[in-house]
Nanobody, 125 residues
Framework: VQLQASGGGLVQAGGSLRLSCAAS??????????MGWFRQAPGKEREHLAAISFSGVSTYWTDSVKGRFTISRDNAKNMVYLQMDSLKPEDTAVYYC?????????????????YGRGTQVTVSS
């Protein structure tokens, strides 16, 4: 499966961006797998930001983005989104999406099998 994130850019603090991730390729039905968003800033470890279950019913957030970011998915379009509001300079990073390795997961112990290419988000102060 190929995952490609898009929608990044330069935004002022307090602004918003909506990231998109398109999944393509054969062999894995998009709607069977949970999806997640990560980010990595220079010199920092990769951070798992959010996840959404295969059905879209359940979501997971890390504390640093809870209440500011929203994850959603459109299984008909093989897309997952990350709406980012109230952006802060510390949100500056490369953002990328990932797909869980287990079908129809019902817990939150995500084990991502595929990671996509990222998109740069830069938040100026």
């Amino acid at each position: 499966v190929q995952l490609q994130a898009s929608g990044g850019g330069l935004v002022q603090a307090g602004g918003s961006l909506r990231l998109s991730c398109a999944a393509s390729g054969s062999g894995r039905t998009f709607s069977y797998y949970a999806m997640g968003w990560f980010r990595q800033a220079p010199g920092k470890e990769r951070e798992h930001l959010a996840a959404i279950s295969f059905s879209g019913v359940s979501t997971y957030w890390t504390d640093s983005v809870k209440g500011r970011f929203t994850i959603s998915r459109d299984n008909a379009k093989n897309m997952v989104y990350l709406q980012m509001d109230s952006l802060k300079p510390e949100d500056t990073a490369v953002y990328y999406c990932a797909q869980d390795g287990m079908r129809f997961r019902t817990d939150e112990f995500y084990d991502y099998a595929y990671y996509g290419r990222g998109t740069q988000v830069t938040v100026s102060s």
